[in-house]
């Protein structure tokens, strides 16, 4: 029998995390592309999402990074422990751990071809507006927050009747924060 860890979810014979299933159907939903999860490599590594935007060319890596405990928030320099590990929050050790290594800039160039594509990191938090900022000037990555993709998921979806669990939970968030609202008004 196969157990699976709390938290992740059984897609397509394959476990995604809650948060990159959510990425996931917001580049469905919302940019209109076809996408590719948990593209495996060799050495250990992983590509979270690879989408593919028919209409309009776009092409997109994207790596999630969605902890929502206190002391993660992305900085574009990480910092260390007292024995030397690196905390994996800035935007330096994450493109050299998700973007950089040649495996995988060979993987997503196999799938994409020559062409130019958009990296994406996606987080709760950032440390300081400037993140944003120097990380497309430094590192050529878009920083998008969680939270916005969910709002715009929140619009996108609507009352439709989606099966899919993670839009049917969005949706009832949604529900839940249009009728607290509703009370407040006079």
Not at 107 to 117: A, C, H, M, P, R
Not at 122 to 127: A, E, F, R, T
Not at 138 to 162: A, D, F, H, L, Q
């Amino acid at each position: 029998m196969n157990y699976m860890q709390v938290g992740q979810i059984p897609y397509k014979g394959k476990i995604l995390e809650p948060e990159v299933h959510i990425v996931e159907r917001y580049m469905q939903l919302v940019k209109k592309c076809f996408t590719m999860t948990n593209v495996m490599l060799g050495g250990g590594k992983e590509v979270d999402l690879l989408a593919y935007n028919p209409r309009t060319n776009e092409k997109y890596h994207i790596e999630v990074r969605v902890t929502i405990g206190r002391g993660f928030r992305l900085r574009m320099k990480d910092t260390q422990t007292k024995d030397g590990s690196k905390h994996r929050r800035g935007l330096d050790t994450l493109n050299e751990i998700k973007f950089t290594p040649q495996i995988v800039v060979n993987n997503v160039k196999e799938i994409f071809g020559d062409s130019e594509y958009m990296k994406v990191l996606v987080v709760w938090d950032v440390q300081d507006c400037n993140v944003n900022e120097q990380a497309k000037d430094n590192y050529n990555i878009e920083v998008w927050k969680i939270s916005n993709i969910i709002k715009e998921m929140m619009k996108e979806i609507g009352t439709k009747p989606y099966r899919d669990d993670v839009l049917r939970t969005v949706q009832l968030i949604s529900k839940m924060n249009t009728q607290q609202l509703d009370h407040l008004k006079p």
